[in-house]
């Protein structure tokens, strides 16, 4: 039973890591797609949408497999773990800084409105746009490449490309579909929850792989990997809070305890 | 000298993508990942290592977002 668990329990957070991430990415990416087709029209942006994924797909494809079959597994979950790690303590650090309130959200509404407006001041021209083929080609592109390295990463290191490919794919096309039905930025999606449930992942994976590189020995194996997102939970929360109760702190020294702070 | 801005763009694009404004993660990261290697030369201590690594992410990350939090102006 407890193997059955142990077995199933990591392609299960592996799926969610990859999922979570590119959603998140690909959100990013469709508030710019949005803001190009509405702003210097459809057909360039779809162009730019399509060369960008294309390209990313066949990054995938070149550099995942020659991966999986000529770097020896020690050293791959090494490399593979130790990027995961950097990756995920980037994102995981932003989250908590933003939760204790140090750091803006990011705002999907004033990234519309300000790409609307720069894109908007660009002559307009009549057939194939190439600005409107630039930036949602750069866009998606460059959103996707952390999609690209979450999925080579985890992929390869749990041997398991096709899966992350896969739930990669899903989260694409998901986004994709709700940003047509609703046919606008989604800037009521939980950012940056989901943020940091993917870099408590990544980190937890990174710390995994990395010590499978070095030649750790685990405590029940994969079953470690929700134990350390169980551990870096309870060390966000725990940052979270003193970050947000040293600002009040901060706030109220400032301003005097108990006195309104002006609008 | 024509692949030479390319190539410079290339390699900030991966420093950005890689380091960004938080160089102390990737440092921090060689030296956790490295300790933890060196632990495991230790006969009998890769079980250790276990809780030792992890233990050393937590202080990075606390140690990255507390200079974070000091250097945000009042």
Redesign the interface.
């Known amino acids: 039973m407890l193997l059955a668990v142990t077995a199933q329990g990591s392609p299960v957070v592996l799926v969610a890591a990859v999922f979570l991430a590119s959603a998140v990415e690909m959100v990013e990416a469709l508030t710019i797609v949005l803001a190009v087709g509405v702003t210097r029209g459809w057909r360039s942006a779809f162009e730019g949408v399509a060369v960008a994924l294309a390209a990313l797909t066949a990054l995938v494809v070149v550099i995942g497999p020659p991966l999986v079959h000529w770097v020896p597994l020690s050293t791959l979950r090494?490399i593979v773990?130790?990027?995961l790690?950097?990756?995920g303590?980037?994102w995981?650090?932003k989250a908590?800084?933003r939760a204790?309130g140090?750091?803006a959200k990011h705002d999907e509404d004033a990234i519309y409105a300000e790409q609307v407006a720069e894109l908007s001041e660009a002559a307009p021209t009549t057939g194939r746009d190439a600005t409107a083929f630039t930036v949602a080609f750069k866009g998606v592109f460059l959103e996707g490449?952390e999609v690209v390295v979450v999925v080579l990463t985890l992929g390869t290191s749990s041997h398991r490309l096709g899966l992350a490919a896969l739930a990669a794919a899903v989260a694409v096309v998901m986004v994709v579909v709700v940003g047509l039905v609703v046919h606008r930025q989604l800037s009521g999606v939980p950012e940056n929850a989901m943020k940091m449930g993917v870099g408590l992942m990544l980190?937890s994976f990174g710390?995994f792989w990395?010590?499978e590189?070095?030649?750790?020995?685990?405590?029940g194996s994969d079953l470690?990997i929700p134990v350390?997102v169980a551990?870096?939970g309870l060390?966000?929360w725990a940052?979270v809070t003193v970050?947000r109760h040293?600002?009040q702190a901060?706030t109220s020294g400032?301003t005097g305890v108990g006195s309104p702070i002006d609008a | 000298m024509v692949r030479l801005p390319w190539l410079r763009a290339f390699g900030r694009f991966w420093w950005d993508?890689?380091i960004?404004d938080?160089p102390e993660?990737?440092i921090g990261?060689?030296v956790?990942?490295g300790a933890?290697?060196l632990l495991?030369t230790v006969p009998g201590a890769?079980?250790a290592?276990?809780f030792v690594?992890?233990a050393l992410?937590?202080g990075?990350?606390?140690l990255?977002?507390w200079r974070?939090?000091r250097s945000?102006p009042?």
């Open positions: 090494l773990g130790f990027l790690l950097v990756f303590l980037q995981l650090r908590v800084l204790a140090l750091k490449l980190v710390t990395a010590g590189g070095v030649h750790v020995s685990w405590p470690a350390l551990i870096y060390v966000a940052l970050l040293g600002d901060r400032l | 993508f890689l960004g938080t993660l990737f990261a060689i956790v990942v933890a290697a495991c890769r079980h290592a276990a690594l992890p992410v937590a990075l990350l606390s990255s977002v974070a939090s945000r009042n």
